[in-house]
């Protein structure tokens, strides 16, 4: 059985870890927990350290829990924020906390052996009375205590609503809970969730006479200074839906050299050996980027499925690559527009182009070339293509040339792009 520790190590995964915690995970198969915040109906990247986190200590031999916060996601978490959360109703949260168990799904065993168990914090929460929960918890945690942590510090200037201010009780609650009934020694989490983790801990101590654990993570960032998760569009999501597939494998595949460097040991399930010879064959030729297409692939794999890889890889050699009108027209609306994002776009109306000559598309129809000398200089050249075919003065327009009905794609020389929008 592999040192779970040490695997995070490694991997540049430890932020804080408390004393005794590597001995207990020495001595005994150990159940651990991370929680997860079910406020949208997908994960995204930034999840999946917490989500590695748990995969290594699966694989390392011991017991993932996944904690979906049913109860907490009404209340909302203080730490890192600057301001509240909105509060979600019942039914929103049971759809968000069935969708996250299926993404979990590709990287944890929910059966066999050491079998990942997910919990929600509503089945405890729901039938505990507030008198009671201030009574038999609130007690035990001093009001000087709950200050002092860095989460509520920072929040204290701006406003602090006393739902938000009683996070780090209900969080601590869940890990005194699982102690109780499960068994679960020992929390897992991002560094800024070190206050509501000991919180935990200290309640384990004082109601249940106990002792627990914990282990925080680095929160990662970028080299440029930029948020580690975020694209232009906002989050790299799991779900296809909102970030297809072809999107995800180009922000893996985007990474700067120094990001691939740390992202492949917290992403990856690559061994130390298998990694250190990616980074040594990345560095011989550094523009093959060998370590990025390593980590796109594998992640792209884990998270859709090769299918998916496949047509990613695909859309990503249309721009840059060689590739032919099979391929233009392999690809779904969604995945097609994101490829040619940022390319010069134009309206036609289909009755208009339809029958119409290579230079009246060129020229009059789209904008793209500037006069009728200009394309029939170029395509004497051999340096117009429509959707990725090479064509002549003497081309005309047919519906069948229309991809999924709605597009034409004119391209000069290797580069130079332009997407007619049929309306």
């Given at each position: 059985?592999?040192?779970?520790?040490?695997?995070?190590?490694?991997?540049?995964?430890?932020?804080?870890?408390?004393?005794?915690?590597?001995?207990?995970?020495?001595?005994?198969?150990?159940?651990?927990?991370?929680?997860?915040?079910?406020?949208?109906?997908?994960?995204?990247?930034?999840?999946?350290?917490?989500?590695?986190?748990?995969?290594?200590?699966?694989?390392?031999?011991?017991?993932?829990?996944?904690?979906?916060?049913?109860?907490?996601?009404?209340?909302?978490?203080?730490?890192?924020?600057?301001?509240?959360?909105?509060?979600?109703?019942?039914?929103?949260?049971?759809?968000?906390?069935?969708?996250?168990?299926?993404?979990?799904?590709?990287?944890?065993?929910?059966?066999?052996?050491?079998?990942?168990?997910?919990?929600?914090?509503?089945?405890?929460?729901?039938?505990?009375?507030?008198?009671?929960?201030?009574?038999?918890?609130?007690?035990?945690?001093?009001?000087?205590?709950?200050?002092?942590?860095?989460?509520?510090?920072?929040?204290?200037?701006?406003?602090?609503?006393?739902?938000?201010?009683?996070?780090?009780?209900?969080?601590?609650?869940?890990?005194?809970?699982?102690?109780?009934?499960?068994?679960?020694?020992?929390?897992?989490?991002?560094?800024?969730?070190?206050?509501?983790?000991?919180?935990?801990?200290?309640?384990?101590?004082?109601?249940?006479?106990?002792?627990?654990?914990?282990?925080?993570?680095?929160?990662?960032?970028?080299?440029?200074?930029?948020?580690?998760?975020?694209?232009?569009?906002?989050?790299?999501?799991?779900?296809?839906?909102?970030?297809?597939?072809?999107?995800?494998?180009?922000?893996?595949?985007?990474?700067?050299?120094?990001?691939?460097?740390?992202?492949?040991?917290?992403?990856?399930?690559?061994?130390?050996?298998?990694?250190?010879?990616?980074?040594?064959?990345?560095?011989?030729?550094?523009?093959?980027?060998?370590?990025?297409?390593?980590?796109?692939?594998?992640?792209?794999?884990?998270?859709?499925?090769?299918?998916?890889?496949?047509?990613?890889?695909?859309?990503?050699?249309?721009?840059?690559?060689?590739?032919?009108t099979e391929d233009l027209k392999s690809l779904d609306t969604q995945t097609f527009l994101q490829v040619f994002e940022g390319v010069p776009q134009a309206d036609v109306v289909k009755a208009d182009v339809l029958g119409a000559g290579i230079i009246?598309?060129?020229?009059?129809?789209?904008?793209?070339?500037?006069?009728?000398?200009?394309?029939?200089?170029?395509?004497?050249?051999?340096?117009?293509?429509?959707?990725?075919?090479?064509?002549?003065?003497?081309?005309?327009?047919?519906?069948?040339?229309?991809?999924?009905?709605?597009?034409?794609?004119?391209?000069?020389?290797?580069?130079?792009?332009?997407?007619?929008?049929?309306?």
């Amino acid at each position: 059985m592999k040192n779970f520790v040490e695997e995070l190590k490694w991997r540049g995964m430890v932020h804080d870890m408390m004393p005794g915690v590597e001995e207990q995970f020495e001595k005994e198969m150990t159940g651990a927990y991370i929680g997860f915040d079910p406020t949208a109906d997908s994960l995204h990247v930034g999840n999946l350290v917490q989500i590695m986190t748990l995969r290594h200590l699966q694989n390392c031999g011991h017991k993932p829990y996944v904690l979906v916060g049913g109860a907490t996601g009404m209340v909302g978490d203080p730490s890192g924020k600057s301001a509240e959360r909105n509060l979600l109703d019942e039914e929103t949260l049971n759809h968000n906390v069935a969708s996250v168990r299926k993404q979990l799904e590709s990287f944890l065993r929910f059966e066999g052996d050491n079998a990942a168990e997910l919990v929600n914090n509503y089945d405890w929460f729901k039938e505990f009375k507030f008198l009671d929960f201030i009574r038999d918890v609130g007690k035990h945690i001093t009001i000087n205590y709950m200050t002092s942590k860095d989460s509520v510090q920072k929040r204290l200037e701006t406003g602090l609503s006393f739902t938000e201010f009683s996070y780090q009780l209900v969080q601590g609650y869940d890990f005194y809970h699982l102690w109780k009934n499960k068994g679960v020694k020992v929390q897992l989490g991002g560094s800024d969730q070190w206050g509501n983790i000991t919180t935990g801990t200290e309640l384990i101590r004082r109601i249940g006479k106990g002792e627990a654990f914990a282990i925080t993570t680095p929160l990662i960032t970028k080299a440029d200074g930029t948020k580690f998760g975020k694209s232009e569009g906002g989050n790299i999501w799991l779900d296809a839906e909102k970030t297809s597939p072809y999107k995800f494998y180009q922000y893996w595949i985007n990474a700067s050299d120094e990001d691939a460097k740390n992202f492949i040991k917290i992403f990856s399930e690559k061994s130390r050996e298998e990694i250190d010879a990616i980074i040594e064959a990345h560095d011989a030729e550094p523009h093959a980027r060998n370590l990025q297409k390593a980590l796109a692939e594998e992640l792209t794999i884990k998270v859709h499925s090769q299918e998916a890889l496949n047509t990613a890889i695909k859309a990503s050699q249309i721009l840059f690559g060689k590739s032919t009108t099979e391929d233009l027209k392999s690809l779904d609306t969604q995945t097609f527009l994101q490829v040619f994002e940022g390319v010069p776009q134009a309206d036609v109306v289909k009755a208009d182009v339809l029958g119409a000559g290579i230079i009246d598309l060129l020229v009059a129809k789209s904008g793209f070339l500037s006069s009728n000398g200009e394309a029939r200089r170029d395509l004497k050249a051999n340096s117009i293509s429509v959707n990725k075919e090479k064509v002549t003065e003497g081309y005309e327009l047919a519906e069948a040339d229309l991809i999924d009905g709605q597009f034409i794609l004119l391209q000069k020389g290797k580069k130079n792009y332009f997407l007619l929008r049929i309306v």
